[in-house]
C-alpha cells in the first residue's frame, strides 16, 4: 500500500550543477504533480503531467527546469546549473484522474550551496 | 497576484475547544476546494473536500464550509486535539481540474 514515493528525500548541490528528482505516484495514478515550496511560502504549481505527455506546465520556470513521465518508470524533474534560489522543498502530487484529490508524497529538500 | 489568501498566519486554540481556520479566494472559476494538513519535514496529507455545488462537507471533526457569494471557505475541528497541531493549506481548483492553487498555509497550535 506504498503511497507517493520521492526520492533522495535531501538532495546538496553546488551552484552550477544539475539536480534530478524522482517521484514515483500510487498504483493505479497516471496524473502526475510537481509543486515547489519556498521557505516560508505555501505551495507553487509547476508542472502537471500524464504519462508521456505535458498537460500543464504554466508553473515552470522557463529556463533550466524540464519533467518528463516516461511510459515506464518515475516522473523525473530536473533542474539544469542549479542557483541558490532553487533552494526549496520540491513536492510530487498523484491522483488517479484529473479532477479530485491529490495524495502528495514527502518531499524533497534540495539545498544549493 | 494570490488567487486563495489565508489572512491568519497562525491559530492557537485550547484542546477540546473549536479551531476555525479560514480562506478566502478571487478566482470566480475555481469549482473544487481542497484542505490539506501539514507537518514539518512531510508532505501535505489530504483532509477534506468540498465542490462549488455544496456548502457544507462533514468528515468526523472535520466540516469544511464554502460561501460561494462571499468566496470564501473555512475548516472547523471539533474538538481540536493536540495531535492536530499543524500547518493547514487550502487549495482550489479551477473547472477541469488538473493543478491546485494553495494558500499560505494557517500554522494551528492545540494547547493541552
Known amino acids: 500500500n506504498a503511497g507517493v514515493m520521492q526520492n533522495p528525500r535531501h538532495l546538496v548541490r553546488r551552484r552550477g550543477q544539475e539536480a534530478r528528482l524522482r517521484c514515483s505516484p500510487m498504483?493505479?495514478?497516471?496524473?502526475v504533480y510537481w509543486y515547489r515550496q519556498l521557505p516560508e511560502e505555501g505551495l507553487k504549481f509547476m508542472v502537471y503531467?500524464?504519462?508521456?505527455?505535458?498537460?500543464?506546465e504554466s508553473g515552470m520556470p522557463k529556463e533550466r527546469f524540464s519533467a518528463e513521465f516516461p511510459k515506464e518508470g518515475p516522473s523525473i524533474l530536473r533542474i539544469q546549473q542549479v542557483v541558490r534560489g532553487d533552494s526549496a522543498a520540491y513536492f510530487c502530487?498523484?491522483?488517479?484522474?484529473?479532477?479530485?484529490?491529490?495524495?502528495f508524497g514527502p518531499g524533497t529538500r534540495l539545498t544549493v550551496t | 497576484d494570490q488567487q486563495v489568501k489565508q489572512n491568519s498566519p497562525s491559530l492557537s486554540v485550547q484542546e477540546g475547544r473549536i479551531s476555525i481556520l479560514n480562506c478566502d479566494y478571487t478566482?470566480?472559476?475555481?469549482?473544487?476546494f481542497l484542505w490539506y494538513k501539514k507537518y514539518p519535514a512531510e508532505g501535505p496529507t489530504f483532509l477534506i473536500s468540498?465542490?462549488?455545488?455544496?456548502d457544507k462537507n462533514e468528515d468526523g471533526r472535520f466540516t469544511v464550509f464554502l460561501n460561494k457569494s462571499a468566496k470564501h471557505l473555512s475548516l472547523h475541528i471539533v474538538p481540536s486535539q493536540p495531535g492536530d497541531s499543524a500547518v493547514y493549506f487550502c487549495?482550489?481548483?479551477?473547472?477541469?481540474?488538473?493543478?491546485?492553487?494553495f494558500g499560505q498555509g494557517t500554522e494551528l497550535s492545540v494547547k493541552p
Open positions: 478566482n470566480s472559476m475555481f469549482d473544487y
Open positions: 502530487a498523484s491522483s488517479p484522474d484529473r479532477t479530485g484529490e491529490q495524495y
Open positions: 468540498i465542490s462549488s455545488i455544496k
Open positions: 487549495a482550489a481548483s479551477a473547472r477541469g481540474g488538473g493543478k491546485l492553487i
Open positions: 498504483k493505479g495514478h497516471s496524473h
Open positions: 503531467l500524464q504519462k508521456e505527455n505535458i498537460i500543464d
